[in-house]
């Protein structure tokens, strides 16, 4: 059964960091692109970044280009999000999600930003 | 620019059917889309793979009572049988060379 599980989301002040972590399971993982898509309070989904197979290609939203950097470790099965410069508009669920057509998604983990 | 354009919302009674509809953007009317459920309160969840033929195959345990089909730049998702669980809302989604798009979603409510 294919699995991800999403961890590391929390309250953070404005400008601050966090890194959002996703252990996926029941799939060879090196062999998808993974991708991490948010969804702020009563809105709709956002893709956010996306990482290929290899890791070796990447892609941000303009909105978060520059403050987070997507990355996996396909020895440990795992996607992470650096997130900086956190601000109050990236307070969203955030979901790990398995391909550039998601066939599947985590629970989501919750990201707060305020002082 | 890639751009999927859904209806905000739509409505249909219990037990009968219902279809959604999402556009491509001009110049994307081959592209193949991706249609989720999202329910009140829950994460979203993959219902099907839709390409611009027509064709499309099913998550796991998605019943006979979603379909998809397609129309030039137009992608459909057809619910038959209409049932109190279907009330969420659907987002269609399709991807490019390095990017990732979600249409703004359509809210269904079951009468």
């Known amino acids: 059964e294919v699995q991800l599980l999403e961890s590391g989301g929390g309250l953070v002040q404005p400008g601050g960091s966090l890194r959002l972590s996703c252990a996926a399971s029941?799939?060879?993982?090196?062999?998808?692109?993974v991708s991490w898509v948010r969804q702020a309070p009563g809105k709709g989904l956002e893709s956010v970044s996306v990482?290929?197979?290899?890791?070796?290609?990447?892609y941000y939203a303009d909105s978060v280009k520059g403050r987070f950097t997507i990355s996996r470790d396909n020895s440990k099965n795992t996607l992470y999000l650096q997130m900086n410069s956190l601000r109050a508009e990236d307070t969203a669920l955030y979901f790990c999600?398995?391909?550039?057509?998601?066939?599947?998604w985590g629970q989501g983990t919750l990201v707060t930003v305020s002082s | 620019q890639l751009v999927l354009t859904q209806s905000p919302s739509a409505s249909a009674s219990l037990g009968a059917s219902v279809k959604l509809t999402c556009t491509l953007s001009?110049?994307?009317?081959?592209?193949?889309i991706a249609w989720h459920q999202q329910q009140p309160e829950k994460g979203p969840r993959y219902l099907m793979r839709?390409?611009?033929?027509?064709?499309?195959s099913k998550g796991d345990g998605i019943p006979d009572r979603f379909s998809g089909s397609s129309s030039g730049a137009e992608r459909y998702l057809t619910i038959s049988s209409l049932q109190s669980e279907d009330e969420a809302d659907y987002y269609c989604?399709?991807?490019?060379?390095?990017?990732?798009?979600f249409g703004g979603g359509t809210r269904l409510t079951v009468l």
């Open positions: 989604q399709t991807w490019g060379t390095a990017i990732q798009v």
């Open positions: 990482i290929s197979g290899s890791g070796t290609s990447t």
């Open positions: 001009s110049g994307h009317s081959n592209y193949a």
């Open positions: 839709l390409n611009s033929d027509g064709g499309h």
């Open positions: 999600a398995k391909g550039t057509v998601v066939e599947c």
């Open positions: 029941g799939f060879t993982f090196s062999s998808y692109a």
